[in-house]
Protein backbone atom coordinates (compact mmCIF):
# COMPACT_ATOMS: atom_id res chain seq x y z
CA UNK A 1 0.00 0.00 0.00
CA UNK A 2 1.09 3.40 -1.06
CA UNK A 3 0.41 6.73 -1.08
CA UNK A 4 0.63 9.87 -3.86
CA UNK A 5 3.24 11.74 -3.58
CA UNK A 6 1.42 15.20 -3.43
CA UNK A 7 -0.47 16.36 -0.66
CA UNK A 8 -3.49 17.74 -3.09
CA UNK A 9 -2.77 14.94 -5.50
CA UNK A 10 -3.12 12.03 -3.50
CA UNK A 11 -3.55 8.68 -4.43
CA UNK A 12 -3.64 5.58 -2.41
CA UNK A 13 -2.59 2.02 -4.14
CA UNK A 14 -3.24 -1.31 -2.84
CA UNK A 15 -1.07 -3.90 -3.97
CA UNK A 16 -3.15 -7.41 -3.59
CA UNK A 17 -0.29 -10.29 -4.41
CA UNK A 18 -2.40 -13.10 -5.18
CA UNK A 19 -3.05 -14.84 -8.36
CA UNK A 20 -5.11 -17.97 -9.55
CA UNK A 21 -2.07 -18.96 -11.18
CA UNK A 22 1.36 -17.46 -13.09
CA UNK A 23 1.17 -16.02 -16.38
CA UNK A 24 3.71 -17.04 -18.49
CA UNK A 25 5.24 -13.23 -18.79
CA UNK A 26 4.18 -11.60 -15.65
CA UNK A 27 7.45 -11.12 -12.85
CA UNK A 28 5.12 -8.71 -10.77
CA UNK A 29 5.17 -9.16 -6.82
CA UNK A 30 2.19 -11.63 -6.76
CA UNK A 31 1.63 -15.65 -5.95
CA UNK A 32 -0.47 -18.35 -6.51
CA UNK A 33 -1.37 -21.13 -4.65
CA UNK A 34 -0.84 -18.94 -1.61
CA UNK A 35 -4.52 -18.67 -0.74
CA UNK A 36 -4.30 -19.21 3.21
CA UNK A 37 -2.46 -15.73 3.42
CA UNK A 38 -5.46 -13.81 1.67
CA UNK A 39 -7.23 -13.17 5.13
CA UNK A 40 -3.77 -12.59 7.12
CA UNK A 41 -2.88 -10.02 4.52
CA UNK A 42 -6.04 -8.34 4.52
CA UNK A 43 -5.58 -7.82 8.04
CA UNK A 44 -1.82 -7.10 8.13
CA UNK A 45 -3.29 -4.02 5.36
CA UNK A 46 -6.19 -3.11 7.60
CA UNK A 47 -3.46 -2.77 10.71
CA UNK A 48 -1.11 -0.77 8.26
CA UNK A 49 -3.32 1.66 6.82
CA UNK A 50 -4.60 2.38 10.70
CA UNK A 51 -0.47 3.04 11.32
CA UNK A 52 -0.28 5.24 8.51
CA UNK A 53 -3.26 7.54 8.33
CA UNK A 54 -1.92 9.89 10.84
CA UNK A 55 0.86 10.90 8.55
CA UNK A 56 -1.92 11.35 5.86
CA UNK A 57 -4.29 13.60 7.91
CA UNK A 58 -5.46 16.43 6.36
CA UNK A 59 -4.67 15.01 3.03
CA UNK A 60 -7.77 14.41 0.38
CA UNK A 61 -7.14 11.21 -1.71
CA UNK A 62 -8.22 11.59 -5.25
CA UNK A 63 -8.19 7.84 -6.07
CA UNK A 64 -7.97 4.59 -4.71
CA UNK A 65 -6.36 1.49 -6.90
CA UNK A 66 -6.49 -1.75 -6.18
CA UNK A 67 -3.62 -3.31 -8.37
CA UNK A 68 -1.58 -6.83 -8.12
CA UNK A 69 -1.96 -9.30 -8.55
CA UNK A 70 -5.31 -9.88 -9.06
CA UNK A 71 -7.60 -7.80 -6.83
CA UNK A 72 -10.59 -9.91 -7.14
CA UNK A 73 -8.74 -13.20 -6.25
CA UNK A 74 -10.30 -12.02 -2.97
CA UNK A 75 -13.11 -12.98 -1.52
CA UNK A 76 -15.61 -9.95 -2.22
CA UNK A 77 -16.11 -9.30 1.38
CA UNK A 78 -12.53 -8.44 2.02
CA UNK A 79 -12.36 -6.08 -0.76
CA UNK A 80 -15.43 -4.25 0.36
CA UNK A 81 -14.08 -4.63 3.97
CA UNK A 82 -10.68 -2.82 2.57
CA UNK A 83 -12.65 -0.14 0.78
CA UNK A 84 -15.01 0.61 3.69
CA UNK A 85 -11.58 0.59 6.18
CA UNK A 86 -9.66 2.68 4.14
CA UNK A 87 -12.64 5.26 3.79
CA UNK A 88 -12.89 5.38 7.43
CA UNK A 89 -9.28 6.03 8.27
CA UNK A 90 -8.01 8.09 5.10
CA UNK A 91 -10.26 11.36 3.79
CA UNK A 92 -10.87 9.84 0.57
CA UNK A 93 -12.93 12.01 -1.65
CA UNK A 94 -16.47 11.69 -2.00
CA UNK A 95 -15.94 11.77 -5.59
CA UNK A 96 -13.08 9.92 -5.87
CA UNK A 97 -12.09 7.44 -8.65
CA UNK A 98 -11.48 4.19 -7.58
CA UNK A 99 -10.30 1.18 -9.79
CA UNK A 100 -9.77 -2.64 -9.64
CA UNK A 101 -7.81 -4.69 -12.02
CA UNK A 102 -9.75 -8.25 -12.51
CA UNK A 103 -9.17 -11.34 -14.59
CA UNK A 104 -11.82 -12.54 -16.63
CA UNK A 105 -12.12 -15.62 -14.30
CA UNK A 106 -12.15 -14.46 -10.83
CA UNK A 107 -15.52 -11.82 -11.80
CA UNK A 108 -19.11 -12.72 -11.85
CA UNK A 109 -22.17 -10.62 -11.92
CA UNK A 110 -22.84 -10.88 -8.34
CA UNK A 111 -19.00 -10.26 -7.24
CA UNK A 112 -18.84 -7.15 -9.94
CA UNK A 113 -22.66 -5.82 -8.68
CA UNK A 114 -21.18 -6.09 -4.58
CA UNK A 115 -17.71 -3.48 -5.45
CA UNK A 116 -19.74 -1.19 -7.75
CA UNK A 117 -21.95 -1.03 -5.04
CA UNK A 118 -18.94 -0.67 -2.55
CA UNK A 119 -17.95 2.50 -4.36
CA UNK A 120 -15.74 0.86 -6.76
CA UNK A 121 -16.26 2.81 -10.14
CA UNK A 122 -13.26 1.84 -12.50
CA UNK A 123 -12.59 -1.55 -14.03
CA UNK A 124 -9.27 -3.08 -15.13
CA UNK A 125 -10.38 -6.06 -17.23
CA UNK A 126 -7.00 -7.95 -17.77
CA UNK A 127 -7.90 -9.69 -21.76
CA UNK A 128 -5.21 -9.50 -23.19
CA UNK A 129 -6.38 -11.11 -26.21
CA UNK A 130 -9.10 -12.41 -27.92
CA UNK A 131 -7.30 -15.59 -29.95
CA UNK A 132 -6.89 -18.27 -27.93
CA UNK A 133 -3.69 -19.52 -29.42
CA UNK A 134 -2.31 -16.04 -27.69
CA UNK A 135 -4.10 -15.93 -24.90
CA UNK A 136 -2.15 -20.02 -23.98
CA UNK A 137 0.98 -18.69 -25.58
CA UNK A 138 0.84 -16.16 -22.50
CA UNK A 139 -0.14 -19.00 -20.13
CA UNK A 140 -3.20 -16.99 -19.75
CA UNK A 141 -6.04 -19.28 -17.57
CA UNK A 142 -9.10 -17.47 -18.82
CA UNK A 143 -10.76 -17.56 -22.88
CA UNK A 144 -12.24 -15.06 -25.18
CA UNK A 145 -15.50 -16.58 -23.63
CA UNK A 146 -14.49 -15.81 -20.19
CA UNK A 147 -13.45 -12.34 -21.14
CA UNK A 148 -16.66 -11.55 -23.20
CA UNK A 149 -18.31 -12.59 -20.55
CA UNK A 150 -16.71 -10.35 -17.98
CA UNK A 151 -16.96 -7.62 -19.77
CA UNK A 152 -20.57 -7.58 -20.20
CA UNK A 153 -21.46 -8.26 -16.43
CA UNK A 154 -18.98 -5.76 -15.65
CA UNK A 155 -21.19 -3.20 -17.74
CA UNK A 156 -24.82 -4.96 -16.11
CA UNK A 157 -23.07 -4.53 -12.96
CA UNK A 158 -23.56 -0.45 -13.67
CA UNK A 159 -19.70 0.03 -14.05
CA UNK A 160 -19.86 3.18 -16.63
CA UNK A 161 -15.83 3.27 -16.91
CA UNK A 162 -13.98 0.13 -17.76
CA UNK A 163 -10.52 -0.61 -19.36
CA UNK A 164 -9.17 -3.52 -21.34
CA UNK A 165 -6.20 -4.27 -20.69
CA UNK A 166 -4.30 -5.75 -24.26
CA UNK A 167 -0.46 -7.05 -25.00
CA UNK A 168 0.75 -7.77 -28.16
CA UNK A 169 3.36 -9.63 -29.54
CA UNK A 170 3.11 -12.85 -28.31
CA UNK A 171 5.23 -15.51 -30.58
CA UNK A 172 2.80 -17.35 -33.11
CA UNK A 173 0.31 -13.97 -33.29
CA UNK A 174 0.27 -12.23 -36.31
CA UNK A 175 -0.34 -9.16 -37.25
CA UNK A 176 -4.08 -10.25 -38.23
CA UNK A 177 -5.11 -12.16 -34.85
CA UNK A 178 -3.64 -8.74 -33.51
CA UNK A 179 -6.21 -6.73 -35.62
CA UNK A 180 -8.85 -9.07 -34.84
CA UNK A 181 -8.43 -8.67 -31.18
CA UNK A 182 -7.98 -4.85 -31.34
CA UNK A 183 -10.89 -4.35 -33.34
CA UNK A 184 -13.36 -6.48 -31.41
CA UNK A 185 -11.72 -4.79 -28.44
CA UNK A 186 -12.63 -1.04 -29.97
CA UNK A 187 -16.39 -2.77 -31.00
CA UNK A 188 -16.92 -3.42 -27.44
CA UNK A 189 -16.53 0.43 -26.66
CA UNK A 190 -15.01 0.51 -23.15
CA UNK A 191 -13.97 3.62 -22.35
CA UNK A 192 -10.37 2.99 -22.57
CA UNK A 193 -7.59 0.59 -23.98
CA UNK A 194 -4.38 -0.27 -22.51
CA UNK A 195 -1.94 -1.96 -25.23
CA UNK A 196 1.38 -3.46 -24.25
CA UNK A 197 4.48 -4.74 -26.38
CA UNK A 198 5.21 -8.20 -24.90
CA UNK A 199 8.61 -8.49 -23.02
CA UNK A 200 10.20 -11.43 -22.18
CA UNK A 201 11.81 -11.37 -18.47
CA UNK A 202 14.35 -13.39 -17.68
CA UNK A 203 12.90 -15.20 -14.30
CA UNK A 204 9.20 -16.09 -15.75
CA UNK A 205 8.18 -18.94 -17.25
CA UNK A 206 7.96 -17.62 -20.79
CA UNK A 207 11.69 -15.93 -19.99
CA UNK A 208 12.84 -19.49 -19.18
CA UNK A 209 10.97 -21.27 -22.47
CA UNK A 210 13.30 -18.44 -24.74
CA UNK A 211 16.35 -19.27 -23.00
CA UNK A 212 15.74 -22.72 -23.40
CA UNK A 213 14.88 -22.03 -26.84
CA UNK A 214 11.36 -23.97 -26.59
CA UNK A 215 10.02 -20.10 -27.78
CA UNK A 216 11.37 -17.18 -30.04
CA UNK A 217 11.56 -14.07 -28.30
CA UNK A 218 8.96 -11.04 -29.84
CA UNK A 219 9.93 -9.78 -33.58
CA UNK A 220 10.50 -6.24 -32.61
CA UNK A 221 9.76 -5.28 -36.38
CA UNK A 222 6.16 -7.64 -36.07
CA UNK A 223 5.89 -6.00 -32.73
CA UNK A 224 6.35 -1.94 -34.41
CA UNK A 225 3.86 -3.08 -37.31
CA UNK A 226 1.30 -4.38 -34.27
CA UNK A 227 2.25 -0.78 -32.50
CA UNK A 228 1.37 1.06 -35.41
CA UNK A 229 -1.69 -0.79 -36.39
CA UNK A 230 -3.69 0.66 -33.58
CA UNK A 231 -4.35 3.93 -35.22
CA UNK A 232 -6.21 2.46 -37.99
CA UNK A 233 -9.56 1.39 -35.31
CA UNK A 234 -9.06 4.82 -33.18
CA UNK A 235 -12.35 6.42 -34.58
CA UNK A 236 -14.62 4.45 -33.41
CA UNK A 237 -17.96 5.91 -32.00
CA UNK A 238 -18.01 4.97 -28.45
CA UNK A 239 -14.47 5.08 -27.61
CA UNK A 240 -12.35 7.91 -28.53
CA UNK A 241 -14.05 9.72 -31.51
CA UNK A 242 -11.20 11.72 -32.46
CA UNK A 243 -11.30 13.59 -29.22
CA UNK A 244 -8.30 13.06 -26.42
CA UNK A 245 -9.17 10.48 -23.74
CA UNK A 246 -9.80 11.90 -20.27
CA UNK A 247 -6.40 10.70 -18.07
CA UNK A 248 -7.56 8.94 -15.16
CA UNK A 249 -7.30 10.37 -12.01
CA UNK A 250 -4.03 8.08 -10.42
CA UNK A 251 -2.30 9.17 -13.63
CA UNK A 252 -3.18 12.74 -12.98
CA UNK A 253 -1.82 12.00 -9.90
CA UNK A 254 0.96 10.38 -10.05
CA UNK A 255 2.52 11.05 -13.80
CA UNK A 256 1.58 14.66 -13.98
CA UNK A 257 4.44 15.47 -16.57
CA UNK A 258 4.22 12.45 -18.82
CA UNK A 259 0.92 12.70 -20.35
CA UNK A 260 0.87 10.13 -23.19
CA UNK A 261 2.56 6.95 -21.15
CA UNK A 262 1.07 3.13 -21.13
CA UNK A 263 3.31 1.53 -18.75
CA UNK A 264 2.99 -0.83 -15.39
CA UNK A 265 5.64 -1.65 -13.04
CA UNK A 266 7.92 -4.28 -14.28
CA UNK A 267 5.60 -5.52 -16.84
CA UNK A 268 5.54 -5.39 -20.63
CA UNK A 269 5.01 -1.41 -21.31
CA UNK A 270 4.96 0.90 -24.52
CA UNK A 271 5.72 4.49 -23.96
CA UNK A 272 4.03 6.64 -25.60
CA UNK A 273 5.34 9.75 -24.70
CA UNK A 274 8.11 12.37 -26.18
CA UNK A 275 10.96 10.57 -24.47
CA UNK A 276 12.56 7.41 -25.87
CA UNK A 277 10.96 5.02 -27.94
CA UNK A 278 11.00 1.75 -26.70
CA UNK A 279 13.54 -0.71 -28.80
CA UNK A 280 11.24 -1.73 -31.75
CA UNK A 281 10.21 1.54 -32.87
CA UNK A 282 14.29 2.39 -32.65
CA UNK A 283 14.82 -0.39 -34.71
CA UNK A 284 11.90 0.08 -37.29
CA UNK A 285 13.54 3.87 -38.20
CA UNK A 286 17.08 2.45 -38.74
CA UNK A 287 17.47 2.45 -42.39
CA UNK A 288 20.51 -0.14 -41.85
CA UNK A 289 18.00 -2.80 -40.38
CA UNK A 290 15.88 -5.01 -41.76
CA UNK A 291 12.54 -4.01 -42.08
CA UNK A 292 9.61 -5.66 -42.57
CA UNK A 293 6.85 -3.02 -42.15
CA UNK A 294 5.26 -4.30 -45.33
CA UNK A 295 5.01 -7.81 -43.54
CA UNK A 296 1.15 -8.97 -43.99
CA UNK A 297 0.15 -5.46 -45.64
CA UNK A 298 -1.56 -7.54 -48.47
CA UNK A 299 -3.74 -8.99 -45.66
CA UNK A 300 -4.95 -5.97 -43.79
CA UNK A 301 -8.05 -5.06 -44.88
CA UNK A 302 -9.32 -2.05 -47.71
CA UNK A 303 -11.12 0.35 -45.32
CA UNK A 304 -7.88 0.09 -42.75
CA UNK A 305 -6.02 3.45 -43.20
CA UNK A 306 -2.61 4.46 -41.40
CA UNK A 307 -2.98 7.25 -38.95
CA UNK A 308 -1.58 9.01 -36.40
CA UNK A 309 0.35 7.12 -33.28
CA UNK A 310 -1.27 7.94 -30.60
CA UNK A 311 -3.52 5.27 -30.13
CA UNK A 312 -4.79 5.33 -26.41
CA UNK A 313 -4.66 9.05 -26.48
CA UNK A 314 -3.40 11.13 -23.59
CA UNK A 315 -4.38 9.19 -21.37
CA UNK A 316 -3.56 5.40 -20.58
CA UNK A 317 -3.59 2.93 -18.14
CA UNK A 318 -4.87 3.62 -14.49
S1 LIG B 1 -0.27 -11.07 -15.36
FE1 LIG B 1 -1.81 -10.46 -13.86
S2 LIG B 1 -3.11 -12.30 -13.56
FE2 LIG B 1 -1.19 -12.99 -14.56
S3 LIG B 1 0.15 -13.61 -12.84
FE3 LIG B 1 0.63 -11.48 -13.33
S4 LIG B 1 -0.63 -10.24 -11.94
FE4 LIG B 1 -1.49 -12.34 -11.98
Redesign the pocket.
Known amino acids: MSGGVAAERAGLYVHIPF ?5 G ?2 D ?1 N ?1 Y ?1 GLDELKGAYVDALVREAELAAPDWAGVEFASVFFG ?3 PTSLPVADLVKLLDHFRTVFDVAADAEITS ?1 A ?1 PDTVDREYLGAIRGAGVKRLSL ?1 VQSFDPDVLEALE ?1 IHSPASARGAYSSTRAAGFGDINLDLIYGAHGETLRSWESTLTEAVAMAPEHLSCYALTIEPATSLGRKVAAGLVPEPDPDLQADMYDFGPPVRPQPGLLGGQPLPRTRRRRTFLPRRPKVVEREA ?1 PAVRRDGGKRPAAHRRRRDPHRRRTQDREAAARPPHVERRSRDMAGPSSRG
Open positions: CMTRCYCFTAGGTENGRT
